[in-house]
């Protein structure tokens, strides 16, 4: 079995932090020696060290998911809302009344399932980055995931609130998405670097981008505050993936993008009622 050991060995790449680990065992050194099918084959021996994980990353890596999953995110923008979504529209209408925006006890419902979705993509948001941030060894995409991670933060404030304000509930299977985003994150960003780790982010962002389209067809006409958010939302993503492209991102091979889309299918429709 390997084991974390502290030390304060030189590092090639110091770390942002002062506590290093190494995946390390007793005596002896690891090594990666193959990436197979999509597997990490480990095998230690004299001569080389695995790259140092760092003990800060990590931290923050467990922070992010408890914060994600069991406390109330807090938002650094203000939720969009339905006046700031009419003034740039040049229709010139006036803002909708009260009775034009309440919603009926049905239309409430698919609300709450649509926004339940969303917070979902939301959590899986935070995982995803957090993942590929911990992988990578580039201080500079580190600091670019970040701040994408911190406009998801925004995302997961707005959905959950908009949930509270419904009368609905996020999905009990958050935990569940959390870690699956996470290992694909991380799993990525290790096994095939920052290029391909980035190609995931651009490969995601597109399909929320076109999955949140499909909610402004399917929400509730009058449900204009989530369509507020949703409409925000939306800018954000097409930032976040053209973030990721401008910074080196490779395109996904074709099966990959399927899979990730029955992957984020077969989530939806869970997260949908569950
Ligand atoms: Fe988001
Ligand atoms: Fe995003």
């Known amino acids: 079995m390997f084991t974390y050991s502290q030390t304060t060995e030189t590092l ?15 005596g002896h050194s690891a090594k990666k020696i193959t990436l197979k099918q999509g ?34 995110s807090r938002a650094s923008r203000a939720m969009p809302v339905p006046s700031q979504q009419l003034s740039q529209q040049p229709d010139g209408l006036s803002a909708p009344t009260q009775a034009q925006t309440s919603l009926t006890e049905t239309e409430k419902a698919l609300s709450g399932a649509l926004m339940r979705v969303n917070h979902v993509g939301e959590v899986c948001a935070q995982a995803l980055y957090t993942g590929q941030a911990l992988a990578s060894q580039n201080p500079a995409l580190r600091q670019k995931l970040d701040a994408a991670c911190r406009e998801e933060t925004d995302h997961l404030a707005w959905t959950l609130e908009r949930l509270n304000q419904l009368n609905s509930r996020p999905s009990l299977l958050n935990p569940l998405w959390y870690a699956g985003a996470f290992a694909i994150g991380y799993g990525a960003g290790k096994l095939g670097g920052d290029k391909l780790s980035l190609g995931f ?3 995601t962002e597109n399909q929320v981008e076109a999955h949140l389209a499909s909610h402004m067809t399917h929400l509730p006409a009058n449900d204009l505050a989530s369509r507020a958010i949703v409409s925000q939302m939306r800018l954000d993503e097409m930032a976040h993936a053209r973030m990721a492209q401008k910074e080196g991102a490779v395109e996904l091979p074709e099966p990959v993008k399927r899979l990730m889309g029955a992957a984020a299918k077969l989530m939806t429709r869970v997260a949908h009622h569950v």
């Open 201 to 203: 982010v651009v490969e």
């Open 39 to 72: 597997y990490l084959l480990l095998e230690h021996n004299k001569r080389a060290k695995l790259p140092p994980m760092n003990a800060d990353a990590l931290i923050l890596a467990a922070d992010s998911a408890l914060r994600t999953l069991f406390a109330t």
């Open 12 to 26: 090639s790449q110091p770390p942002l932090g002062k506590l290093c680990l190494f995946h390390q065992r007793t």
